[in-house]
């Protein structure tokens, strides 16, 4: 492993578990099938939901006839809308949509049509998911079927979706006139313009634990949802919103979670359905969502493309860029789509002053746009992908284009095209560090052997910044709580969660350190509403760097308390004390201690001991929001041997630079890149959840919706440069680049390795089929 | 529907019980027998998740019915560390290797490595590779896992 490090970790206390590759606090309970997850919770007089979804893109409902399904022994209750739609109490706006773009009418289930083929008509409660299941398939919909809109590029001009709002454009961005006026007279005299469009096609998060949720009302109206979370408080905050409740009277639960990847940041329709349901019959409810209801009616992501124009100088140093996007938002989109997003963040790692953007998103009827990991990544692949296109039309290479063009520490601080601050990032250490990894002459020697013998072998390369821990609007802060109990035993409630990001180990570490104890003394709960203060979760690679933060400033403040106590009772100047395993000393001489334990029991237990006026009790709290946005970047390389036969693709290497600043925990970053790396190349080489042309879905299980195998993947290798950020542990976000940067990476390798084709790789996923038929369609061209 | 009365022995323990005719061996291990550390993650045999072994081969319990197992002997993950807590070899390697993250699917991963380790034939690493190929983990890119499968072919076999 490759390691440079700009300065020190900034923590005061010696970092014995920061940086430290410790073993997971979760793992023993998750190991050995002790985890709580969502479909493990039960309840007494607990009914089990399944729906009823639309089989039609697009559909009147005439009718429905439940009469069947209700009389079956041990179904408790067949819902349509009219039945349960009046529950909610306020419209169902998505809380990612800005003030300014109209919201259509969500209902929690459809009523009057269908909207994409999954919509949920009606559900029925029965004491067990068989029967439950049995009796859905007997309830009768009279559908009027009508043309779907399926295609967004052309939905403009189509049958409107959302009738109600009058348009199928959810929103459109674009630089101001001026701008773009500057932006063309440097395109129109500058001496090369590479243009490009980049398509790339719907993918789906699919964590392994699908949605569900368990929903009961208490006889005073309290109503407390167990739900499958990124972010409790913001699904609390909804679900408050929506049915018109006081905060304190919902309570979100959400202890392991089984992945998210975006897709648990903000409820559905569906959750709101069964909260109505449960709300209605007045038992607890379960719906723990099947697989196929997942491919179908989840939300998916990425369905978009962009024009992409570069400016060069003759030296192949850029003048000028332009970002064009269209993206599809599908029907029910819980944001307006990823556009305004990516066209701010597109400039990226370069030194781009000229840069103008348009981005446009329309609904269709295919199921509704949701997040999915570094939801505006869109921007770094058609990017990086028409850097390459650029590199081999100037002639030059990809590494060295790059290198004309990136932002270097000289340049630092760096003001962007589009508004954004860059200080303390190395794009170019990483791009250096990664390159420096690979022999890069020696792979063209093997490159140029292995075509003489027909193996097309290719290498590809990508850059990026990634705008982590942003800090708008209800994602700007995190709260951490901390408490030493009379035992010395230190709890931390945090609000980040954790759908596998490793928080109850990382934020252990973190306030271990800062206070000096054993890390097994400490223990982080998170995951209930009714715990701790608000805060979003996850999400926006957040955690290390706003909750790590909060932990760190909350753990500080309680060291500080420590020191303040055991110096009154050492009769010692707190200037001189200092704190390792747990025990409180004076620098230098160990021998005159106290345990933190008896500090604890001072604090709680004597306190008339205490210095004068002091607060009794060591507890501590600190809400923690960053100042900007704080940057994370990363060059990838990947090495692929493409068989021009069979069009499959395998990954020979993957190699990875990376700048999250101080690491609290090695093996967390990595685990966070590294699967982040495979469901990129996934998404670039087989993952697809397509339509037919009457907007059938045809991903409907996981042998059609193909996801990286343990077979498939390579072995990741990790260079690491270490350039601190200014938050208070140095951190900076990493759960969300590798999924951004992976896919422009293999793709361009792909190319680079049909570079003999002339094929322009520009319609995904590079999937065998595509490549096949894209090297028959050269191959005819060419005769 | 017809209901049948089944005896198996579950992690050591015989149990007796009454099941619907179409009950999955998952159900039944998750719900009648209170045991929900195998998970469901796709019921349709792909993803692996509800992994479990009976009569020491790794079997997809969502694709098994519970009356089949009528007799059987069952292991799930909750049966594989010893009693004291101590972790079987196969989950210490997941653990040491950050072989999960979520920890969803590995119940799953452990079943299967667990039914390759202790069977009598020595196995190596690239058999034991393509076995887990009938697991999917969305969460870790396989990079822990195939350290710890590394791991676990250089370690002589004993449980």
């Known amino acids: 492993m490759a390691n440079t490090a700009d300065s020190p970790a900034v923590s005061p206390t010696a970092a014995r ?18 985890g709580r997850y969502l479909d493990d919770h039960t309840y007494p007089g607990m009914l089990h939901a399944a729906f009823i979804r639309s089989p039609y893109a697009r559909a009147r409902i005439k009718g429905i006839d439940t009469t069947a399904a209700r009389a079956v022994p041990g179904v408790h209750a067949v819902y349509t809308g009219a039945d349960i739609n009046g529950v909610v109490a306020n419209p169902m706006r998505s809380m990612f949509y800005p003030p300014t773009v109209k919201f259509p009418r969500f209902m929690p289930l459809s009523d009057i049509d269908v909207r994409f083929a999954g919509d949920a008509v009606a559900i029925v409660l029965a004491d067990d998911r068989y029967i439950a299941e049995d009796s859905a398939e007997l309830v009768v919909v009279d559908y009027e079927p009508e043309d779907p809109v399926l295609d967004y590029m052309t939905a403009a001009d189509k049958p409107l979706v959302h009738p109600e709002i009058g348009t199928n454009l959810v929103l459109e961005v674009a630089s101001p006139a001026e701008t773009k006026a500057d ?24 964590p392994m634990e699908t949605r569900g949720l368990i929903a009961m009302f208490s006889a005073l109206n309290d109503m407390t949802v167990h739900l499958s979370s990124q972010g409790p408080h913001m699904a609390a905050k909804y679900f408050a919103q929506v049915f018109g409740l006081a905060a304190h009277q919902v309570r979100v639960l959400a202890f392991d979670v089984g992945g998210g990847f975006g897709l648990k940041v903000h409820p559905n329709r569906d959750e709101i359905a069964i909260i ?32 992409v124009r ?17 993206g599809d938002a599908g029907s029910y989109a819980w944001h307006p789509g990823p556009g305004p997003k990516a066209a ?27 997040a999915y990991r570094g939801p505006w990544m869109f921007e770094t692949v058609a990017r990086e992908c028409v850097m390459d296109v650029a590199a081999k039309q100037l002639g030059i290479d990809a590494v060295e284009l790059r290198r004309r063009n990136l932002i270097t520490k000289a340049d630092q601080p760096y003001r962007t095209a589009t508004g954004n601050s860059y200080d303390r990032i190395s794009p170019d250490k990483c791009m250096e560090q990664v390159t420096g990894m690979l022999d ?49 035993h230190i709890v931390v409630l945090s609000n980040t969660h954790s759908q596998g990001q490793s928080t109850e180990t990382t934020l252990a570490q973190i306030v271990a350190d800062e206070l000096g104890v054993d890390i097994a003394d400490v223990r982080v709960l998170q995951g209930d509403t009714a715990q701790v203060g608000f805060g979003m979760g996850s999400g926006g690679s957040r955690q290390a760097v706003i909750g790590g933060g909060a932990a760190t400033l909350a753990a500080r403040e309680l060291r500080h308390k420590v020191l303040t106590i055991a110096a009154h009772l050492m009769e010692a100047a707190k200037e001189d004390l200092t704190i390792e395993n747990g025990q409180v000393f004076v620098k230098g001489v160990p021998q005159v201690s106290m345990t933190v334990r008896q500090v604890a029991e001072t604090a709680y237990n004597a306190v008339t001991t205490l210095p004068a006026g002091m607060e009794p009790g060591l507890e501590a709290r600190h809400r923690y929001a960053p100042t900007g946005i704080t940057w994370t970047n990363a060059s990838h390389i990947c090495i692929v041997d493409v068989d021009i036969e069979t069009g499959m693709v395998k990954v020979l290497r993957w190699l990875v630079s990376e700048d999250c600043g101080v690491m609290i925990h090695p093996g967390v970053v990595e685990g966070q890149v590294s699967g982040g790396v495979i469901q990129g190349i996934g998404g670039m080489l087989y993952e697809h959840a397509c339509y037919d042309d009457r907007g059938n879905p045809l991903a409907a299980t996981m042998k059609d919706y193909l996801m990286p195998l343990a077979t498939d993947v ?46 322009a790789c520009n319609r995904f996923p590079l999937s065998p089929d595509y490549i096949v038929m894209a090297l028959e369609a050269a191959k005819k061209k060419a005769a | 529907m017809s209901d049948h009365t089944i005896q198996t022995k579950i992690n050591g323990n015989v149990v007796k019980k009454t099941v619907a005719a179409r009950k999955t061996l998952a159900d039944f291990l998750r719900v009648d027998c209170s045991l929900t550390g195998t998970h469901i993650g796709c019921e349709h045999g792909v993803c692996g998740a509800c992994t479990v072994m009976v009569d020491g081969l790794a079997v997809r319990s969502c694709l098994m019915l519970a009356v089949q197992a009528d007799g059987a002997e069952i292991r799930t993950v909750e049966g594989v560390a010893k009693e004291d807590g101590t972790l079987h070899r196969v989950q210490q390697a997941l653990q040491e290797e950050h072989g999960l993250q979520c920890g969803f699917c590995t119940p799953g991963f452990v079943m299967t490595l667990v039914s390759l380790v202790e069977r009598k034939e020595p196995i190596d690493e690239e058999e034991m590779k393509a076995a887990l190929s009938g697991h999917i983990c969305r969460c870790t890119g396989y990079q822990g896992i195939l350290r710890a499968v590394k791991k676990l072919t250089a370690t002589p076999a004993k449980a």
């Open chain 1, 183 to 206: 932006v063309e007279a440097i395109f129109a005299k500058a001496a090369h313009v590479v243009e490009e469009t980049i398509h790339q096609q719907r993918h789906l998060a699919m």
């Open chain 1, 714 to 759: 390579p072995v990741i290798e990790f260079g690491h440069v270490v350039t601190p950020s200014n938050t208070p542990g140095g951190f900076k976000g990493a759960g969300e680049g590798g999924a951004i940067i992976a896919p422009s990476t293999i793709r361009n390798a792909i190319a680079d390795a049909l570079s003999p084709f002339n094929i």
């Open chain 1, 17 to 34: 578990y920061v940086g430290q590759h410790i073993a997971r606090k979760e793992d023993p309970r998750l190991l050995t099938g002790r």
């Open chain 1, 344 to 370: 701010e963040v597109f400039p990226g790692p370069y030194r781009i002053s000229k840069y103008a953007f348009r981005a446009r998103t329309y609904y269709t009827n295919t199921v509704g746009l949701g």
């Open chain 1, 310 to 326: 570069f400016a060069f100088d003759k030296d192949g140093v850029i003048q000028a860029a332009s970002f064009d996007y269209m």
């Open chain 1, 440 to 488: 890069v002459a020696a792979f063209r020697r093997q490159q140029a052997e292995a075509r003489k013998l027909g193996r097309y072998l290719g290498m590809g390369l990508s850059v990026y910044m990634e705008p982590t821990a942003n800090p708008m609007g209800m994602m700007a802060t995190s709260v951490a709580e901390i408490r030493i109990e009379p035992s010395g």
């Open chain 1, 276 to 307: 109505c349901a449960a709300k209605k019959c007045g038992r607890p409810v379960k719906w723990v969502e099947d697989r196929m209801e997942h491919l179908i009616a989840s939300n998916s992501a990425r369905e978009e493309s962009a024009k």
